[in-house]
């Protein structure tokens, strides 16, 4: 039973598999339809999630031990409740407050992360000395960094029309930052590469059999 089980899935995914391939020449039906059955897998396997792993411990849970200590947990329940609201056209204005609430709170959250993540560890980071590293490389990748991070800065200071000096050192901004990009760039390639890989090795080897 087990082995009939596994086979059934493995041709399940290399179906689905080449439904999506089918993408690289044109948009069609198969293609369609392996995208919707992914979006409608994603959703449910999602909201079990939710329901199992967070709802029911921290909200279900808690009530049912201590109803009038957890009373507060009312109110992201009701805000839960709210947001629900938008599956039916004439009450779909009240989900707009708990979004609201929610697009806030995020926002505020992540300004903060990204403060310390982005501007205060890369300004700790450049306030070194770069001499006081142990081999020649550590030295030269110090100075590239100092360098990089004081022109790439410069290059968004349009208070002052750059030319001269203030142009050369935008300029070298310019090319650090095509470098982080192309980098940036280069690894999300990669990336999606490996995701080809993968689904290739399991298509020849596990599908197949053509590999080993």
Same mark, same amino acid.
């Given at each position: 039973?087990?082995?009939?089980?596994?086979?059934?899935?493995?041709?399940?995914?290399a179906? #689905?598999?080449? &439904?999506?391939?089918?993408? $690289?020449?044109?948009?069609n039906?198969?293609?369609?339809?392996?995208? =919707?059955?992914?979006?409608?897998?994603?959703?449910?396997?999602?909201?079990?999630?939710?329901?199992?792993?967070?709802?029911?411990?921290? $909200?279900?849970?808690?009530?049912?031990?201590?109803?009038?200590?957890?009373?507060?947990?009312?109110?992201?329940?009701? $805000?839960?409740?709210?947001?629900?609201? *938008?599956?039916?056209?004439?009450? =779909?204005?009240?989900? *707009?407050?708990?979004?609201?609430?929610?697009?806030?709170?995020?926002?505020?959250?992540?300004?903060?992360r990204?403060?310390?993540?982005d501007? $205060?560890? =890369?300004?700790?980071? @450049?306030?070194?000395?770069?001499?006081?590293?142990? @081999?020649?490389?550590?030295?030269? /990748?110090?100075?590239?960094?100092?360098?990089?991070?004081? &022109?790439?800065?410069?290059? !968004?200071?349009?208070?002052?029309?750059?030319?001269?000096?203030?142009?050369?050192?935008?300029?070298?901004?310019?090319? #650090?930052?095509?470098?982080? !990009?192309?980098?940036? #760039? /280069?690894?999300?390639?990669?990336? *999606?590469?490996?995701?080809?890989?993968?689904?290739?090795?399991?298509?020849?080897?596990?599908?197949?059999?053509?590999?080993?």
């Amino acid at each position: 039973m087990i082995s009939i089980m596994n086979t059934m899935g493995i041709w399940l995914a290399a179906f #689905f598999t080449l &439904c999506i391939f089918s993408f $690289l020449y044109k948009d069609n039906p198969f293609y369609k339809f392996a995208e =919707q059955v992914f979006v409608g897998l994603s959703a449910a396997y999602w909201l079990v999630y939710i329901i199992y792993s967070i709802m029911v411990p921290n $909200l279900f849970a808690k009530l049912a031990e201590d109803f009038s200590g957890n009373m507060i947990l009312l109110i992201p329940a009701a $805000l839960g409740l709210m947001m629900l609201m *938008r599956i039916h056209p004439k009450t =779909q204005w009240v989900s *707009r407050y708990p979004i609201a609430i929610m697009v806030g709170t995020t926002a505020g959250i992540s300004m903060l992360r990204y403060m310390k993540s982005d501007i $205060l560890q =890369q300004l700790t980071a @450049t306030m070194i000395n770069p001499f006081a590293a142990a @081999t020649t490389a550590e030295v030269i /990748g110090n100075l590239l960094m100092i360098i990089g991070t004081i &022109c790439g800065v410069y290059f !968004f200071y349009f208070s002052k029309k750059q030319e001269g000096v203030s142009k050369a050192v935008s300029k070298v901004g310019i090319w #650090f930052l095509m470098v982080s !990009f192309g980098a940036t #760039f /280069g690894y999300t390639v990669m990336a *999606r590469i490996s995701l080809l890989i993968g689904r290739l090795d399991f298509l020849l080897g596990d599908w197949l059999h053509l590999l080993k």
